[in-house]
């Protein structure tokens, strides 16, 4: 049994359409399947523990490991992974179809749905990923404009998780209408760097401490972000880690503070391509585990997903965490 949850949001609106497309080769193939569409933000979440909470039930006979495969954007995907409660006996098939697509650059995904939805559900391919932990030391009563119902204190992630700049390029990106617009006119991927030049424009000096699990203390008299990477992208393909290692339980911490405001503009373009860490400013540590306090909250991040400001987060990296079939 596959069970599969589809974003109908996802690329405009046309994520229903696609999915129907895709069915077709569940039918041909004779594989039982169960579909459910996504009704708003946190409803994934939910569907994923619905799903995966019948392997603690000594009562359910169903053969494991219980196979789900989601269908939408990053967003769609994190949710997703917050909702399962046993990853050790949870297989994940993602199918990417959203604007940035950041989880599914790092792994040689066919370009053809039908064809990746074939290794999905043939089981070629069975990769062990990290997944991080975030936890909310501290929450303002600040919240985005959209929204959880509950936001829960401690969120997972699969590709990055950040707070400062792109956590508020994100808020933005999610809550304004330059989103879809983009993906309207198939430009979805210049969404974050439209937002990105204003974000800077507008950004804050505000002072952040980060305490590595290894003692080290890092003070910055102001910090525009502080970005724990798992993958190499984030914010629709901007390379901030471009030697991260998806399954090597450490995060590639970028932590970028003390720039001015035309530096930031010049960095841009290096961060995209990966070519920034020789500008003074911008550093890269490796770690599994991090916290880091802000003089104010800030909005933070996960896998893009922005739902309440902190000064006080802790992250950790769960090696090897996600079992992934593709």
């Given amino acids: 049994m596959y069970y599969c949850i589809v974003n109908p ?10 999915w129907e497309s895709l069915e077709k080769r569940f039918i041909e193939k004779k594989i039982e399947y169960k579909v459910v569409y996504t009704k708003g ?15 603690s039930d000594k009562n359910h006979n169903e053969d494991l490991p219980v196979k789900m495969v989601v ?12 909702g399962i409660k046993d990853f050790d006996n949870t297989l994940v098939g993602y199918i990417p179809i959203g604007s940035s697509n950041d989880f599914a650059r790092d792994l040689d995904y066919p370009k053809s749905t ?13 990769r062990h990923l990290d997944l991080g932990k975030l936890t909310y030391n501290a929450m303002s009563r600040t919240m985005s404009r959209l929204h959880d ?12 998780a950040g707070i400062g700049f792109d956590a508020a390029v994100c808020e933005e990106a999610l809550s304004s ?3 879809n617009f983009f993906n309207r006119i198939g430009l979805g991927k210049l969404t974050y760097g439209t937002i990105a030049v204003k974000q800077v424009l507008n950004a804050e000096k505000v002072p952040c401490e980060v305490i590595l699990v290894d003692g080290t203390h890092i003070k910055l008299e102001h910090f525009r ?9 984030e914010g629709g393909g901007f390379k901030f880690a471009p030697k991260a290692d998806l399954s090597d339980g450490l995060f590639d911490l970028v932590v970028v503070g003390n720039l001015k405001r035309f530096k930031m503009f010049a960095c841009l373009p290096f961060a995209f391509v990966g070519h920034h860490f020789w500008i003074k400013g911008i550093d890269h540590y490796l770690t599994d585990k991090v916290t880091i ?19 006080n987060i802790t992250l950790e990296c769960l090696h090897k965490k996600l079992q992934l079939m593709s």
Avoid: Y
């Fill in 71 to 82: 269908m939408g954007g990053d967003g769609t995907l994190n949710e997703a992974i917050n």
């Fill in 225 to 233: 972000l502080v970005t724990a990477m798992i993958h190499h992208c």
């Fill in 9 to 18: 949001s996802a690329r405009s609106g046309k994520g229903k359409e696609i």
């Fill in 114 to 126: 039908d064809e990746l939805l074939d290794r999905i559900v043939d089981g070629k391919v069975l």
């Fill in 177 to 179: 209408g330059t989103k």
């Fill in 293 to 311: 306090k802000t003089d104010k909250p800030m909005w933070v991040h996960t896998d893009g997903e922005v739902s309440v400001k902190s000064d």
């Fill in 149 to 160: 119902e509950h936001v829960m204190t401690t969120r997972l992630f699969d590709v990055s």
């Fill in 41 to 55: 933000p946190g409803h994934a979440t939910k569907l994923a523990t619905q799903i995966t909470e019948k392997i």
